[in-house]
């Protein structure tokens, strides 16, 4: 059949398979019987919209029920044992070597073994900034918490809105 097929095209088409499956043209032929029962199937389906919306959403159920069976829950305990065992691993190693190969290696104007100086001095500034960063955020965070649970002016209670209260004030 053409994919240019006009919509009676493919009514003829289904038609003609029905015929030729249909259990009084192949009889006693089992398998001709579970192939016409099938085909009926599924033009009950293609028939009807709320049926092809059912079997999507038995698709997707199975497709769910299925990799939930292939896979386990991943656990923050999982996450935690995996980094312990990546840190300082030999395969850390090998992907912080490859990452150093994509990035660095594929610059233009440089060249690896003039410029590998350079390169560590950047990523080891680059590591200061960002600690400095979340050590900055960290305490920060510790502030804003203390401040909102004891109150801005040291008292219990309150602190939240006497914080937006002095922050708006203050013009921050």
């Known amino acids: 059949m053409e994919k240019s097929a006009s919509q009676q095209e493919i009514k003829q088409a289904y038609y003609k398979?029905?015929?030729r499956l249909h259990p009084d043209k192949n009889p006693?032929?089992?398998?001709?019987?579970?192939?016409?029962?099938?085909?009926?199937?599924?033009?009950?389906?293609?028939?009807?919209?709320?049926?092809?919306?059912d079997l999507a959403?038995?698709?997707?159920?199975?497709?769910?029920?299925?990799?939930?069976?292939?896979?386990?829950?991943?656990?923050?305990a999982d996450i935690e044992e995996f980094e312990a065992n990546y840190r300082g691993s030999n395969s850390e190693?090998?992907?912080?070597?490859?990452?150093?190969?994509k990035l660095f290696?594929?610059?233009l104007c440089s060249d690896t073994k003039l410029d590998s100086h350079r390169f560590k001095d950047i990523?080891?500034?680059a590591i200061v900034v960002v600690w400095n960063l979340?050590?900055?955020?960290t305490i920060i965070l510790t502030r804003l918490l203390s401040e909102i649970t004891l109150g801005v002016s040291g008292q219990q209670g309150g602190g939240?809105?006497?914080?937006?209260?002095?922050?708006?004030q203050q013009g921050s």
């Open 93 to 101: 190693k090998k992907d912080l070597i490859e990452l150093y190969k």
């Open 134 to 137: 979340r050590l900055l955020k």
């Open 105 to 107: 290696c594929s610059m």
């Open 17 to 19: 398979l029905e015929l």
């Open 57 to 76: 959403g038995d698709v997707v159920q199975n497709l769910c029920k299925f990799f939930r069976a292939m896979y386990k829950k991943v656990t923050e």
């Open 28 to 53: 006693g032929d089992e398998e001709a019987m579970e192939k016409f029962q099938q085909w009926q199937k599924v033009i009950g389906i293609l028939g009807d919209e709320e049926k092809q919306a």
């Open 160 to 168: 939240l809105k006497e914080l937006k209260s002095n922050h708006f």
């Open 123 to 125: 990523l080891d500034e």
